[in-house]
């Protein structure tokens, strides 16, 4: 009886080891597996990049890429200036020193954004090289393309031009590829090359907040 006993005492702590091995080897695994994976902790993670606001009217332009298109953009609407076409425009910043040459006067048919005398779009737009942009800079760029120096877009309306700079910037944010300055003062919208500095692009903003309607 007293073996009995023995055998039955040691098959027991046997099976209560053997139980406790099988679940230390198991049991962690299991609850990796199931349990619900928690969030990433402070500072874990790549940080998300950093957007840069636009300044209010009359401060320095940004790269469209940096800029967030929920805030004002550079210039404002202070002075109408919708009487004034393109070209005209662009004589003016001549006048004013800056070193730009017409490249291309569009008409609806060769407008590359097709909103050349749409409703809500511009009445005209010139494209413009800046002699300070190196032909090794924007080699393979067609005659219009902004980074050669830029472009000028004229509204008749203040608030539909306003709408076209901030439409810009929103696409530039979507696509870091397309970046440019962009500046608008009244019905007028001055797109600038990035490949320019920010002291050269600022020299835009300048003459373009000093032109005479």
Same mark, same amino acid.
């Given at each position: 009886?007293?073996?009995?006993?023995?055998?039955?005492?040691?098959?027991?702590?046997?099976?209560?080891?053997?139980?406790?091995?099988?679940?230390?080897?198991?049991?962690? /695994?299991?609850?990796?597996?199931?349990?619900?994976?928690?969030?990433?902790?402070?500072?874990?993670?790549?940080?998300?990049?950093?957007?840069?606001?636009?300044?209010?009217?009359?401060?320095?332009?940004?790269?469209?890429?940096?800029?967030?298109?929920?805030?004002?953009?550079?210039?404002?609407?202070?002075?109408?200036?919708?009487?004034?076409?393109?070209?005209?425009?662009?004589?003016?910043?001549?006048?004013?020193?800056?070193?730009?040459?017409?490249?291309?006067?569009?008409?609806?048919?060769?407008?590359?954004?097709?909103?050349?005398?749409?409703?809500?779009?511009?009445?005209?737009?010139?494209?413009?090289?800046?002699?300070?942009?190196?032909?090794?800079?924007?080699?393979?760029?067609? /005659?219009?393309?902004?980074?050669?120096?830029?472009?000028?877009?004229?509204?008749?309306?203040?608030?539909?031009?306003?709408?076209?700079?901030?439409?810009?910037?929103?696409?530039?944010?979507?696509?870091?590829?397309?970046?440019?300055?962009?500046?608008?003062?009244?019905?007028?919208?001055?797109?600038?090359?990035?490949?320019?500095?920010?002291?050269?692009?600022?020299?835009?903003?300048?003459?373009?907040?000093?032109? /005479?309607?």
């Amino acid at each position: 009886m007293l073996r009995y006993v023995v055998f039955v005492l040691v098959v027991a702590v046997l099976a209560g080891a053997a139980g406790y091995a099988l679940n230390r080897m198991v049991g962690p /695994a299991h609850q990796a597996r199931t349990a619900p994976a928690a969030g990433p902790g402070p500072g874990s993670g790549p940080a998300s990049p950093s957007v840069a606001s636009p300044g209010a009217a009359g401060t320095p332009g940004l790269p469209t890429g940096t800029a967030d298109p929920t805030g004002p953009v550079q210039g404002g609407a202070g002075g109408l200036l919708t009487n004034l076409t393109a070209e005209q425009v662009a004589i003016s910043l001549a006048k004013a020193g800056l070193p730009l040459h017409t490249t291309v006067v569009y008409t609806a048919a060769t407008d590359p954004d097709r909103l050349l005398g749409t409703a809500g779009g511009y009445s005209s737009r010139i494209a413009f090289s800046d002699s300070r942009v190196g032909s090794n800079e924007v080699a393979g760029a067609p /005659a219009g393309a902004i980074e050669r120096g830029g472009a000028v877009e004229a509204f008749h309306d203040a608030a539909a031009a306003q709408r076209r700079a901030t439409r810009l910037l929103t696409v530039t944010k979507d696509n870091p590829l397309v970046t440019e300055y962009v500046y608008v003062r009244g019905g007028v919208v001055l797109r600038v090359s990035l490949v320019l500095t920010d002291g050269q692009a600022k020299g835009y903003e300048t003459a373009l907040q000093r032109l /005479a309607s």
